[in-house]
């Protein structure tokens, strides 16, 4: 089973991993979170990074997901990806709540389906609500 990172602004990533164990009482285990501090850089970040990528990598591999692409969160990902020993990690940009409680839901299935799974939650997360004319209740 892949464990779970998430790499974001701080406090995104805690509040999100918080979410996800309201969400889903049995959160498991292989599932961290590091903020990212405003005046953080990514070598200094790394080392953290790497501590939690051994944590929750137990079967060797694991899914990063970051909130932006370019930022430092997402810059710390590729450097861990880059200098770890772990033998799969898959990044994903752009991480929400949808996304992060699909990849929850799904962890057991093999990576790249879980990487799978978490675009597609977090694509199909994001929609417009159109209020019903007659009664102002949201409508899918």
Same mark, same amino acid.
């Given at each position: ?6 790499? $974001?602004?701080?406090?995104? *990533?805690?509040? &999100?991993? !918080?979410? /996800? ?9 292989? @599932? ?24 929750? $990598?137990?079967?060797?591999? *694991?899914?990063? &997901?970051? !909130?932006? /692409? ?9 450097? @861990? ?32 389906? &879980?990487?799978?799974? /978490? ?9 417009? @609500? ?11």
């Amino acid at each position: 089973m892949p464990g779970i990172l998430i790499i $974001a602004h701080a406090p995104l *990533a805690s509040a &999100l991993r !918080d979410c /996800a164990a309201h969400v889903y009482a049995s959160c498991p285990n292989y @599932l961290e979170a590091i903020d990212v501090p405003a005046d953080a850089s990514p070598g200094a970040m790394l080392g953290q990074a790497k501590e939690a990528l051994e944590r929750v $990598a137990r079967d060797g591999s *694991a899914l990063v &997901l970051v !909130d932006t /692409a370019g930022a430092t969160p997402c810059n710390v990902a590729q450097r @861990l990806a880059d200098t770890t020993s772990t033998s799969a990690v898959r990044i994903v940009c752009g991480v929400n709540l949808p996304m992060l409680l699909r990849t929850v839901c799904y962890q057991k299935e093999p990576l790249d389906a &879980l990487v799978t799974r /978490a675009v597609d939650g977090g694509q199909h997360g994001i929609t417009e @609500l159109h209020p019903d004319e007659a009664s102002g209740a949201p409508r899918w």
